[in-house]
């Protein structure tokens, strides 16, 4: 009697049979060897990401693995999107936070020099006091620019303004003038030298300084208004510039456009998924007129 090969079990599973095993299957093979690089890129964070796909899966409660495969790509085009809007809100804050120039004022008939745009820089704001004192300053110095001063006016000026004297004796001492605490006479006696290689009565090169700075606060203080509204003018037309050349946003439609065509896909494989499932109890055609005749 011929002896029959015997019957092996395949060590294959089969996969699951049941529907539950089934829908588990196939979010397994949604979560399990599919963050690629692509994806979550250095410095994002995975778990985000797989929050976000879980967030999907049960949302959407995919039943096979095509339904798995969209399930995914919707999830990985949500992510990309919101990775797309991080970078452009980042690099539009720092198009529009980048430090404005003197020269960017030119286009409004406002041209700093080096003080008063280091007034700009410090956000300097001159009250109505402050630019009186400077007015005051201004109209008293003046009376003395470009005299040599003598030791009556020096008392003069000790006497009756004894801050502009003191920025006189400051500035003596910071220029190596003086070892100490200098006397009138001192003063009278007293040159600069200057980088030119020339030199200058400490009186009258302390007495430009003073004017010149309070012509320059006086200059800001009058345009202060003018000045920030070009600051407004300058940064719309940033914006502007930006929102002509914004190409992330052709990224982000094209994104969204195939963020819909994936969901239509995902309704019509549902939909036929029903359909499928649905069973015919409708009697055919003509069988229940030969019961009746029967």
Not at 39 to 50: K, T, W, Y
Not at 253 to 259: G, H, I, K, Q, V
């Amino acid at each position: 009697m011929a002896k029959t090969a015997p019957v092996t079990k395949s060590r294959r599973s089969g996969g699951p049979k049941s529907e539950e095993g089934k829908r588990a299957s196939s979010r397994n093979a949604l979560r399990t060897g599919v963050y690629s690089s692509m994806i979550v890129l250095p410095g994002e964070d995975e778990s985000a990401f797989r929050e976000l796909e879980e967030q999907f899966i049960r949302d959407f409660d995919p039943r096979d693995i095509a339904e798995s495969a969209i399930v995914r790509e919707l999830a990985t085009i949500t992510w990309k999107k919101l990775r797309l809007e991080k970078l452009e809100q980042s690099s539009f804050l720092r198009a529009m936070n980048a430090p404005i120039n003197d020269y960017d004022f030119s286009d409004y008939g406002i041209r700093f020099n080096n003080e008063t745009f280091a007034f700009f820089l410090r956000g300097l704001v001159v009250t109505m006091e402050e630019a009186k004192v400077q007015e005051s300053r201004l109209a008293i110095v003046s009376k003395f620019q470009g005299k040599f001063l003598t030791s009556e006016q020096y008392r003069t000026i000790h006497s009756k303004h004894p801050e502009i004297y003191r920025e006189i004796v400051e500035l003596g001492l910071s220029c190596n003038c003086f070892d100490s605490e200098p006397s009138i006479d001192e003063l009278v006696l007293s040159y600069i030298e200057l980088e030119n290689g020339g030199e200058q009565s400490l009186a009258s090169y302390a007495l430009e300084r003073i004017i010149k700075s309070a012509q320059n606060i006086l200059w800001y203080f009058k345009r202060y208004d003018a000045i920030q509204e070009a600051v407004v003018k300058i940064k719309e037309e940033r914006l502007l510039e930006l929102m002509q050349i914004d190409k992330t946003r052709r990224i982000h439609d094209d994104l969204s456009r195939t963020f819909y065509r994936a969901l239509t896909g995902l309704r019509k494989h549902q939909e036929w998924r029903r359909r499928a499932l649905i069973v015919d109890i409708s009697p055919e055609e003509g069988e229940g007129s030969r019961r009746l005749g029967k």
